[in-house]
Structures are given as structure tokens and as C-alpha cells.
């Protein structure tokens, strides 16, 4: 049964980068038909697409986000990963990382990170 | 970006009863919808994908309808692990987008 799981600092900085990595278990990165995504949720609130990348590192960004977010895949590792520079007390969220299904659907999910931006 | 708008944005409902929600997306996405569960402090989980079709695993008492602009998840038997909050979520265009939410609670 494929498991994902967020990993990373809970604090940052305002203005400083976060980072999180997400490990694939019980399947491959390199699953053709899959992209692999990360999904933000603010506290009380809904759910932000941030994006998404296959294997080969195409990857598809949120606009509202693209200048401060890039993605990576490290397939030796089964892992992929999300840097968010310049982060605001706005990027303050429970961050989930998600397999996509042919970069459609998300399913399953991970247990999600927390991360608060703050001082 | 294509905004999907939910409704309503809370519903009560007793164990038996028949809960419709509908989503409604800014511009046409033919079939292009999935519908999500999501418990408190849980990650969300995919219940219907391509507007009406029932992930693996999901009690058949949930069902999908729709095409265009507009679309219906239904609850045809409120059960107790139900009561949670149900997103939509487009996949027409990038980026992704998801409705706002509806929270299913007891009546």
C-alpha cells in the first residue's frame, strides 16, 4: 500500500526558505501515470494546489506561487521535495504532499506538516 | 484560474438522511471534478473521481453526478464516520483549484 510522508522544519523564519520532503513507501517514484504533489492548508481554511511533478522533474507550478516555489524529485531516495523562499506569516500552514493521479486527481495523501512562519 | 463554489457551506443532517452537495465551476470542466473527505485533524481523501466515478474502497452509498459547470455529490444514507467536510476539485485546467468546502454535520 503506497504511504506518503512530510518531512521537515516546523518553524521558519519570515523572509527565509522553506524546505520539505516528502518519502514515497510501498511504490515507486517513478511510477509512470503519476505526478507527485504538494497541497497546502491554512489553519480553519481550504486547500491550495501549489504543484506538481512526474519523475522526469516536468513539473506544473501555481501560478499565485511560482516565483517563489521549485520542486525535486531524487528518485535514488523515492523522494520529492518543496523550497518556498520569501515565506510571510501567509505560507503558514499544514503542508500535505500527494501522489497525482495522471496529474488530475490526488490520492492517497500524507498526514501533512504543519509549518508556522514566525519570528 | 477556474473557482469552484461550493454549496452549501454547512449542512446538518440525522443518520439515514440523504445529503446532496453541489459545486459549481466558473467556467466549463466537462468531467473534469473529484470530490474529497476530509475528517478533523485527517488528510482529505478521494471519493469520486472524473465527476461520477467511485474510488476504490468508497461505500456506494456516496455517488457523483454532473458535467459542465455543474456537479452533485450525494450521501444517499447519512452514516456516523460521514459527518466531515467534502471539497471539490477541478482538473481541467492547472492550476488545480478546489471548492471552498461544505462541512456535513449532525442534526
Known amino acids: 500500500q503506497l504511504q506518503l510522508q512530510e518531512s521537515g522544519p516546523g518553524l521558519v523564519k519570515p523572509s527565509e526558505t522553506l524546505s520539505l520532503t516528502c518519502t514515497v513507501s510501498g511504490g515507486s517514484i517513478r511510477s509512470s501515470s503519476y505526478y507527485w504533489a504538494w497541497i497546502r492548508q491554512p489553519p480553519g481554511k481550504g486547500l491550495e494546489w501549489i504543484g506538481s511533478?512526474?519523475?522526469?522533474?516536468?513539473?506544473y507550478y501555481n501560478p499565485s506561487l511560482k516565483s517563489r516555489v521549485s520542486m525535486f524529485v531524487e528518485t535514488s531516495k523515492n523522494q520529492f521535495s518543496l523550497k518556498l523562499t520569501s515565506v510571510t506569516a501567509a505560507d503558514t500552514a499544514l503542508y500535505y504532499c500527494a501522489r497525482s493521479i495522471a496529474s488530475f486527481w490526488f490520492d492517497p495523501w500524507g498526514q501533512g506538516a504543519l509549518v508556522t512562519v514566525s519570528s | 484560474d477556474i473557482q469552484m463554489t461550493q454549496s452549501p457551506s454547512s449542512v446538518s443532517g440525522s443518520v439515514g438522511d440523504r445529503v446532496t452537495i453541489t459545486c459549481r465551476a466558473s467556467q466549463g470542466i466537462s468531467s473534469w471534478l473529484a470530490w474529497y473527505q476530509q475528517k478533523p485533524g485527517k488528510a482529505p481523501k478521494l471519493l469520486i473521481y472524473?465527476?461520477?466515478s467511485l474510488q476504490s474502497g468508497v461505500p456506494s452509498r456516496f455517488s457523483g453526478s454532473g458535467s459542465g459547470t455543474d456537479f452533485t455529490l450525494t450521501i444517499s444514507s447519512l452514516q456516523p464516520e460521514d459527518f466531515a467536510t467534502y471539497y471539490c476539485q477541478q482538473a481541467n485546467n492547472f492550476p488545480r483549484t478546489f471548492g471552498q468546502g461544505t462541512k456535513v454535520e449532525i442534526k
Open positions: 472524473a465527476a461520477s
Open positions: 511533478i512526474y519523475y522526469n522533474e516536468n513539473t
